[in-house]
């Protein structure tokens, strides 16, 4: 008679080890959660009344930038970078709040799939050339930014427009409880919705192998060709999303790009994405993001001068880089 246990039955008899080796891999993550607890303590130490509205504003204005950082996220995992993220996303926003004012509440869900739409074609657009012309990725995104800007700004010369009520409500406000605001649980909604079903799709698994090693990938039958272009296509239905929100909380279009991408990129590499690709997750660099806007809330309650808080995020990143080049020089060892 067999009488060995199987190792299913095992793991559920002594789950520990199993929450060890999740934490462990999860290191970098569960640092920066201890990281945004700690700051959220300091918050309250520093301005006292910072209570379920200053929560409440902070969500709003963190969530279009947590879906940039996501949509970045997408092509970095792949082996790729998106500098066209914030004119994608102002792009979306002008298109929705230009075709929004003055309709119908219905008229607008047909424009939000609209939307999400483009964004997924601007993507394809974005990764179609990065494949066809074999051009670094970050130069043909930059192109791509300065197209996808223009644009903006041919559909919508001045911020204007309008957004349907719902989509407004949407972002505004709480749920259930006043420190549970309903930015935060559309953010964590969205992004669970799309990115957890691909993530254990056999597209997450090509897109962590393009980014790991394309010439091993391809080798065993991923099209790295066509899973860079889905990659892209993820960043721009991201970047719709971030565009939407845009117009959802101000209530109009805005054509400038705002400073997006580059908060995006901040947020990626914070977030512990590995920028050589196939490395990480979504969840780190919205936590960054957080962290990051919470830390100017902070110096905006010290009356620290704006300008100083761009260094000191500046300040950390170079300190993460340096960080985690350490931990690959001593893992490698």
Same mark, same amino acid.
């Given at each position: 008679?067999? /009488?060995? @246990?199987?190792?299913?039955?095992?793991?559920?008899?002594?789950?520990?080890?199993?929450?060890? /080796?999740?934490?462990?891999?999860?290191?970098?993550?569960?640092?920066?959660?201890?990281?945004?607890?700690?700051?959220?303590?300091? /918050?309250?130490?520093?301005?006292?009344?910072?209570?379920? +509205?200053?929560?409440?504003?902070? *969500?709003?204005? @963190?969530?279009?930038?947590?879906?940039?950082?996501?949509?970045?996220?997408? *092509?970095?995992?792949?082996?790729?970078?998106?500098?066209?993220?914030? &004119?994608?996303?102002?792009?979306?926003?002008?298109?929705?709040?230009?075709?929004?004012?003055?309709?119908?509440?219905?008229?607008?869900?047909?424009?939000?799939?609209?939307?999400?739409?483009?964004?997924?074609?601007?993507?394809?657009?974005?990764?179609?050339?990065?494949?066809?012309?074999?051009?670094?990725?970050?130069?043909?995104?930059?192109?791509?930014? #300065?197209?996808?800007?223009?644009?903006?700004?041919?559909?919508?010369?001045?911020?204007?427009?309008?957004?349907?009520?719902?989509?407004?409500?949407?972002?505004?406000?709480?749920?259930?409880?006043?420190?549970?605001?309903? *930015?935060?649980?559309?953010?964590?909604?969205?992004?669970?919705?799309?990115?957890?079903?691909? +993530?254990?799709?056999?597209?997450?698994?090509?897109?962590?192998?393009?980014?790991?090693?394309?010439?091993?990938?391809? +080798?065993?039958?991923? &099209?790295?060709?066509? /899973?860079?272009?889905?990659?892209?296509?993820?960043?721009?239905?991201?970047?719709?999303?971030?565009?939407?929100?845009?117009?959802?909380?101000?209530?109009?279009?805005?054509?400038?790009?705002?400073?997006?991408? !580059?908060?995006?990129?901040?947020?990626?590499?914070?977030?512990?994405?590995?920028?050589?690709?196939?490395?990480?997750?979504? #969840?780190?660099?919205?936590?960054?993001?957080?962290?990051? &806007?919470? !830390?100017?809330?902070?110096?905006? #309650?010290?009356?620290?001068?704006?300008? !100083?808080?761009?260094?000191?995020?500046?300040?950390?990143?170079?300190?993460?880089?340096?960080?985690?080049?350490?931990?690959?020089?001593?893992?490698?060892?």
């Amino acid at each position: 008679m067999n /009488t060995t @246990v199987p190792t299913s039955v095992r793991a559920m008899a002594n789950p520990m080890p199993a929450v060890v /080796t999740a934490a462990r891999r999860n290191v970098w993550t569960l640092g920066l959660i201890g990281i945004l607890a700690l700051l959220f303590v300091v /918050t309250k130490i520093i301005q006292p009344t910072y209570g379920p +509205r200053g929560v409440q504003g902070l *969500a709003v204005s @963190v969530l279009p930038l947590a879906l940039a950082a996501v949509a970045q996220t997408c *092509a970095v995992i792949a082996r790729g970078i998106d500098l066209s993220v914030g &004119s994608m996303m102002a792009l979306t926003s002008v298109v929705a709040a230009t075709l929004m004012k003055d309709q119908s509440e219905g008229f607008a869900v047909a424009v939000v799939i609209g939307v999400l739409l483009l964004g997924l074609v601007i993507g394809g657009i974005n990764g179609t050339l990065v494949v066809m012309t074999r051009v670094p990725d970050i130069v043909v995104t930059l192109a791509m930014l #300065f197209v996808w800007a223009g644009s903006a700004l041919l559909v919508l010369k001045t911020p204007g427009g309008g957004s349907a009520d719902w989509l407004s409500g949407l972002t505004r406000g709480t749920l259930i409880r006043d420190w549970v605001p309903k *930015a935060a649980v559309m953010l964590i909604l969205v992004v669970s919705v799309i990115w957890i079903p691909i +993530r254990r799709s056999r597209l997450g698994l090509s897109l962590y192998a393009v980014g790991s090693d394309p010439m091993a990938a391809y +080798r065993s039958g991923v &099209s790295v060709g066509r /899973t860079k272009i889905l990659a892209y296509m993820l960043a721009g239905l991201f970047s719709a999303l971030g565009g939407l929100t845009l117009t959802a909380s101000t209530g109009i279009g805005t054509p400038v790009p705002g400073p997006y991408t !580059l908060m995006s990129v901040a947020a990626v590499v914070l977030g512990g994405v590995s920028l050589a690709g196939g490395k990480g997750g979504v #969840f780190g660099p919205v936590v960054a993001v957080v962290i990051l &806007s919470l !830390l100017r809330t902070d110096m905006t #309650f010290l009356n620290v001068n704006t300008n !100083l808080a761009t260094v000191a995020q500046g300040i950390i990143l170079v300190g993460v880089v340096m960080v985690g080049s350490l931990i690959h020089m001593r893992r490698e060892n």
